[in-house]
Nanobody, 123 residues
Framework: QVQLVESGGGLVQAGGSLRLSCAAS????????AGWFRQAPGKERDFVAA????????EYSDSVKGRFTISRDNAKNTVYLEMNNLKPEDTAVYYC????????????????WGQGTQVTVSS
């Protein structure tokens, strides 16, 4: 069992930065890949970024590539999403997810999800 709690969301102006954190419970978190997804009002939940169990491999959606960075610290059971040069279209609820030995954009491969944290980017 893995529980995920996101934090770090908030209101920021366009061009600004935020760092999201996803704290995981469970001693076996290092066996899980992790992903960040987001859902804007009235839209489906979309893939943002993913990292494999060790942190050596990452994947990004085209819309955030070059602006966002995903990383993890297994000693702290935490996954991060560093978001730079934020745009109003990045406004959404951001969710963290964990999948046993999986990382990627396929949502159904993730067994555990957090409750989400709101990110709002003003123009």
């Amino acid at each position: 069992q893995v529980q995920l709690v996101e934090s770090g969301g908030g209101l920021v102006q366009a061009g600004g930065s935020l760092r999201l954190s996803c704290a995981a419970s469970g001693r076996t978190f290092s066996r899980y890949g992790a992903g960040w997804f987001r859902q804007a009002p009235g839209k489906e939940r979309d893939f943002v970024a993913a990292v494999n169990w060790s942190g050596s491999n990452t994947e990004y959606s085209d819309s955030v590539k070059g602006r966002f960075t995903i990383s993890r610290d297994n000693a702290k059971n935490t996954v991060y999403l560093e978001m730079n040069n934020l745009k109003p279209e990045d406004t959404a609820v951001y969710y963290c997810a964990a999948g046993l030995y999986y990382y990627g954009s396929y949502q159904k491969s993730y067994e555990y999800w957090g409750q989400g944290t709101q990110v709002t980017v003003s123009s």
